[in-house]
């Protein structure tokens, strides 16, 4: 059974940075992919980064490059989201999921489909 936890959201200030981690269990054998999305008070959930098992490949959504940074460890079993110069339009609940398929992975703007697995999340608030 595949289980993600995330951690490390909390109170930031504008301009501050948080670091969430994913840990992962009950991962397939074969290739997989891991991202982070978010959803926001009254807004659909949106993607904002991920990254493939096999060749580290990552993929941003237009908010989060130059800012963010995504990084999985050597056990590929820990997805972490370096989030730097923190907005008030980055506060949301963050969700971890997995693609068990990474080729199904599709990228329609902020809509992401393919992930079949998903954490419970966790908040991540910024004040101004």
């Known amino acids: 059974e595949v289980q993600l936890v995330e951690s490390g959201g909390g109170l930031v200030q504008a301009g501050g940075s948080l670091r969430l981690s994913c840990a992962a269990s009950?991962?397939?054998?074969?290739?997989?992919?891991l991202g982070w999305f978010r959803q926001a008070p009254g807004k659909e959930r949106e993607g904002v980064s991920c990254?493939?098992?096999?060749?580290?490949?990552?993929y941003y959504a237009d908010s989060a490059k130059g800012r963010f940074t995504i990084s999985i460890d050597n056990t590929k079993t820990t997805v972490d989201l370096q989030m730097n110069n923190l907005k008030p339009e980055d506060t949301a609940v963050y969700y971890c999921?997995?693609?068990?398929?990474?080729?199904?992975?599709?990228?329609?703007?902020?809509?992401?489909?393919?992930?079949?697995?998903w954490g419970r999340g966790t908040q991540v608030t910024v004040s101004s």
């Open positions: 999921a997995l693609a068990t398929r990474p080729g199904s992975v599709m990228f329609y703007g902020s809509r992401w489909t393919g992930f079949d697995s």
């Open positions: 009950g991962l397939p054998l074969n290739d997989y992919a």
């Open positions: 990254i493939g098992s096999a060749d580290g490949s990552q």
